[in-house]
């Protein structure tokens, strides 16, 4: 089992940034791709990012390309969300996620909350 750990989410506001955080631990990943979800009040869960625990290839959901970017830190064990130009539509709890082919791991989640 690979125990997923997010952090980094709280309340901006509309146009500002916010950088998410997950720690791996457990048994080893390598060979899993790496994935950030959110779901919003109402909505169901929705994927926002993806991203080669490897190699570092990416991939993002049309809402957020060119405002986030994902990357990781393999020393680190680290998946990153980081978010610009935040919208109030980016409201939502943030998932980090694991897996090869589907994901199978799945965070605790952390709250980011933008207000206009």
């Known amino acids: 089992q690979v125990q997923l750990v997010e952090s980094g989410g709280g309340l901006v506001q509309a146009g500002g940034s916010l950088r998410l955080s997950c720690v791996a631990s457990g048994r080893t990943f390598s060979r899993y791709a790496m994935g950030w979800f959110r779901q919003a009040p109402g909505k169901e869960r929705e994927f926002v990012a993806a991203?080669?625990?490897?190699?570092?290839?990416?991939n993002y959901a049309d809402s957020v390309k060119g405002r986030f970017t994902i990357s990781r830190d393999n020393a680190q064990n680290t998946l990153y969300l980081q978010m610009n130009s935040l919208k109030p539509e980016d409201t939502a709890v943030y998932y980090c996620?694991?897996?090869?082919?589907?994901?199978?791991?799945w965070g605790q989640g952390t709250q980011v909350t933008v207000s206009s």
């Open positions: 996620a694991a897996g090869a082919g589907s994901y199978d791991y």
């Open positions: 991203i080669s625990w490897s190699f570092s290839n990416t």
